[in-house]
């Protein structure tokens, strides 16, 4: 089991996120992802990171 901690880097950019267009829904992710990374439990494809498309 792991431990979260949050730094005020995370803080910040949390809420700034908080304010844009999916801030609705962050906080329900945010809860899903974060119970993954603590179980020790892979992410689901659809949280994991993903190659960038374009130019």
Known sequence: MR??????QFKR???REKC??????L???LLKAVR????DITL?????????IGN
């Open 3 to 8: 431990t979260i901690k949050r730094t005020a």
């Open 20 to 25: 844009r267009k999916h801030g609705i829904n």
């Open 27 to 29: 906080d329900d992710i």
């Open 36 to 39: 993954y990374l603590v179980a």
């Open 44 to 52: 689901p494809i659809h949280m994991r990171d993903h190659a960038l």
């Open 13 to 15: 950019d949390y809420k």
